[in-house]
């Protein structure tokens, strides 16, 4: 891990702030994210691309962490933005966001969805399954109104971390398999007047660290693209490779430079277009991860402690599971420190416990801290992606409250919720 800054408090530095007085100042469970770090892996993916002299759009997956604050930070950057519900949509909306740069997913978006999305007109819709043709049918006519589309295929691979499996028939519940559906769905869309029909989408894994599962999605993809051109002069404008790029947790990961994504995306492109001597399409991608998730640690404060001797030292703080579900649920590991002693060595073994009444409910096992008591700060690292926006109200825990830290200046952008804000939409039945 990069070395932790500290202060002449003994405190740790985060983006320039002494994480001990923002937990003061702000409470805990706290999430802060520095956003010059945001700034620079959005720069990362949009000056890879423009080094290479390729039309590209970098949109942010905003399901990654969505607000307001976080998708103006994504509009100051030029990013485009992936939604997956109205509910992104809406926040869109509220942060400004311009429309254009929108691009729908989802793999059963309501008539209301399609709607509010064919109103605001925004950038593109990726189409799903044969059902969300037939909305898209009724609508565009209901509404004269013309949309782009891409079609999410299942290329037949999935990647996860350094594997790739590859499947003859996917398994999935998103997107056209690219043998039979892609083609029928095509042709489904070409009866549409008011579809424009840009090119493919597909998103292979999550937390990718090799380019391997890439670039063979890129070959299977341009095999359907070639026969369609060969039938009937079908050229890609846009090619969507989605998001997956892999980030650093803790020292065993390794991810590549994410200009090297880029690199072997536009190299692979590049080889199929000669290949098979095509028109170069756009080239989008839309990385969730690697955008936010090295770019924020949550600031817990340390409650109780069970000392089992001989089996295991449990620490608890006062979030877990309900503000960070991933290692519950992917057995996702994390690094921490403890914010107020790190000049302290790590000699105390302990097990990280949140407060939820579930076992599972465990942030970290085994882990080096110092040694430990009620009142410290504990610092996790790299929480920046699907932790608050996978966040839930489990044994009615308010959540968390956000911060943006930039030139050592410390912003809420997120308020912590209150107990009336749990009960806001509950009715009396007395
Ligand atoms: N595009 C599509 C169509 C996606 O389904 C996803 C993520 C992304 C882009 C962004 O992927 P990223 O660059 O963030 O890896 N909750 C899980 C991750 C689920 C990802 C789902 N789709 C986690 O916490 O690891």
């Known amino acids: 891990r990069e070395r932790i800054e500290m202060n002449t408090k003994g405190h740790m530095v985060y983006a320039g702030m002494d994480t001990v007085d923002l937990a003061n100042q702000y409470g805990t469970p706290l999430f802060v994210y520095d956003v010059e770090r945001i700034r620079k892996n959005a720069r990362a993916f949009v000056e890879g691309f423009k080094a290479l002299n390729v039309k590209a759009q970098v949109a942010y997956a905003s399901k990654a962490f969505s607000s307001v604050a976080m998708l103006q930070v994504a509009k100051q950057e030029g990013l485009s933005l992936d939604v997956v519900s109205e509910g992104e949509l809406f926040t869109a909306i509220q942060a400004g966001f311009p429309m254009d740069k929108v691009h729908m997913h989802g793999n059963n978006k309501a008539r209301h969805e399609l709607e509010m999305a064919i109103k605001h007109k925004i950038g593109c819709i990726v189409v799903d399954n044969f059902h969300e043709i037939e909305l898209l049918q009724e609508l565009l006519m209901e509404y004269k109104q013309d949309i782009d589309v891409l079609l999410r295929v299942t290329p037949g691979i999935e990647a996860h971390t350094h594997d790739y499996i590859l499947t003859g028939n996917e398994d999935s519940k998103f997107g056209f398999d690219l043998t039979k559906q892609a083609r029928e769905a095509y042709e489904l869309l070409k009866l549409n007047p ?93 990385p969730g991860r690697a955008i936010v998730g090295d770019a924020a640690i949550t600031l817990y404060t340390v409650g109780s402690k069970k000392e089992i001797p001989n089996v295991r030292n449990y620490v608890a703080i006062d979030g877990g599971m309900t503000d960070n579900i991933r290692p519950a649920l992917y057995q996702a590991k994390y690094d921490a420190c403890v914010a107020n002693k790190i000049t302290e060595a790590p000699t105390y073994q302990a097990s990280v416990a949140g407060k939820c009444c579930e076992s599972g409910d465990m942030l970290m096992w085994d882990v080096l801290l110092p040694e430990v008591k009620a009142g410290d700060i504990l610092a996790v690292f790299s929480t920046g992606a699907y932790g608050y926006s996978m966040s839930s109200h489990y044994n009615r825990f308010p959540k968390a409250a956000v911060v943006f830290v930039e030139h050592q200046q410390a912003k809420l952008v997120v308020k912590r919720e209150s107990y009336e804000d749990l009960v806001k939409n509950d009715l009396s039945y007395e």
């Not at 051109?229 to 947790?249: M, P, Q, S, T, W």
């Open 194 to 286: 008011h579809v424009h029909l840009k090119g493919l989408h597909c998103h292979i894994g999550s937390q990718i660290f090799e380019t391997d599962g890439f670039l063979m999605a890129i070959k299977r993809l341009y095999e359907t693209l070639n026969e369609w051109h060969v039938r009937d002069g079908f050229n890609a404008e846009v090619l969507n490779l989605g998001g997956g790029f892999g980030i650093k947790y803790t020292d065993e990961d390794e991810p590549l430079e994410l200009s090297s994504y880029v690199k072997a995306l536009v190299e692979q492109v590049q080889e199929e277009i000669d290949h098979y001597q095509l028109l170069y399409p756009e080239i989008w991608i839309e």
